[in-house]
């Protein structure tokens, strides 16, 4: 109903607005009429608003395409201004990435050096082809859209192929250890289970990301290292040194007629006669876990080297060493007597492993070719940085 009053109020001022209208005119004496209607003037006046609003809404709509336009420029130079600062970026990272190789380049340069003088010939040629041809899909495909990456794909090369010829060289003396184990009469494989059944320690994650894995080759590598480790603290670890300088052997292992009864009896180990105070030498190093007075064994000293490996020394005169304290190969017990159950000055001298005593003949006979092996692997063991456990050094 509002609309409707204020439609018709409208119109009333329109119609008040456009009455008819007579202009007279006069010339040479005569007076002229001329009428212009109401409608005629509201006609003109729609005219005019329309032509007027036609022209406003031309302008606008050109005011529009020009905002547009202008902000489809500046969208434009941004677009051209960043592209500019990639390629900027891209040319900077080509330049770090062609230094960043150049570095690594020079670095495997020294480590190829090191591992030809150490370890072995330089590659072959038909195993650097092989090497070429097992690179990483991943590595194929950036050198295929990033040319400048070439160099890192090479140098992945040649860094897989240091892994295999350090794996080749952890296998070779994995196995120079395993023979000199097997040398002393012991099983190798059964010495590094018992060097590795116990292990602990929170769970750290190599990496970040769950799905993350080392590279096979360097998986090979790691394995290789660590079986050479075991094995080579094993063979640290077995007693080689001589308990006495003395050669004098009284009575050797085995069954022999008891010196007090006269009955058979078994013999745990090897009697060294010699002079009183007579230097006692450790076998081979490691911690001692018992110095003192044992029943039949007089004044003794054990010492556990590991691995399930265990050395005594009896009848002793004196003894210069303490429970618990950690030693080497070559440190001086004590002294030689005759206490406890015996009939002379000796050295009662016993190797047992897990528990149960065996011939100490072997490790007493080791020949030079063995006790160099166990000289390269002794060197290793104590090269600064490396931990090493109270029981892997002799």
């Not at 050479?228 to 001589?242: C, H, N, V």
């Not at 230097?279 to 001692?288: F, M």
């Amino acid at each position: 109903m509002h609309k409707q009053n204020t439609g018709k109020g409208f119109k009333a001022r329109l119609d008040h607005m456009f009455t008819d209208r007579e202009f007279f005119m006069r010339s040479h004496g005569q007076v002229r009429f001329l009428t212009i209607s109401a409608t005629l003037q509201k006609r003109v006046f729609y005219s005019v608003a329309a032509a007027l609003a036609f022209w406003l809404v031309i302008t606008l709509a050109m005011m529009i395409n020009q905002l547009t336009v202008t902000g489809e420029r500046m969208a434009l130079a941004q677009k051209e201004a960043e592209v500019n600062s990639i390629e900027s970026r891209v040319s900077s990272y080509k330049a770090s990435i062609e230094d960043v190789a150049a570095d690594l380049k020079q670095r495997q340069d020294v480590l190829d050096q090191m591992t030809e003088q150490f370890v072995g010939e330089p590659p072959a040629a038909a195993d650097q082809k092989q090497n070429d041809e097992q690179l990483s899909e991943n590595t194929r495909k950036i050198s295929a859209a990033f040319p400048e990456a070439a160099h890192l794909a090479k140098l992945e090369a040649r860094q897989i192929l240091f892994a295999r010829r350090l794996t080749n060289a952890a296998i070779q003396r994995t196995e120079q250890a395993a023979q000199a184990i097997r040398k002393f009469g012991l099983n190798p494989d059964k010495l590094s289970n018992n060097a590795t059944n116990a292990m602990g320690g929170p769970l750290i994650p190599f990496f970040k990301e769950q799905n993350q894995q080392l590279h096979p080759t360097l998986e090979r590598l790691n394995l290789a290292l660590q079986r050479m480790d075991a094995l080579e603290r094993t063979l640290i670890a077995i007693p080689s040194g001589k308990p006495s300088s003395t050669g004098m052997i009284s009575s050797s292992y085995g069954y022999r007629r008891d010196p007090f009864t006269g009955g058979s009896a078994m013999h745990s180990g090897m009697d060294f006669k010699g002079p009183l105070g007579q230097p006692i030498l450790a076998a081979a190093g490691g911690r001692v876990t018992h110095a003192g007075w044992k029943s039949g064994y007089g004044k003794c000293v054990e010492i556990t080297h590991g691995n399930g490996l265990m050395t005594r020394y009896a009848h002793l005169s004196k003894i210069g060493v303490a429970t618990g304290q950690k030693i080497e190969q070559g440190v001086q017990l004590g002294a030689m007597g005759s206490t406890g159950r015996s009939t002379g000055t000796h050295l009662h001298f016993e190797v047992r492993l897990n528990g149960r005593a065996i011939n100490p003949r072997p490790f007493l006979e080791a020949n030079s070719d063995v006790l160099k092996i166990k000289a390269i692997a002794r060197q290793r063991a104590k090269t600064p940085g490396r931990s090493e456990s109270g029981t892997s050094r002799g």
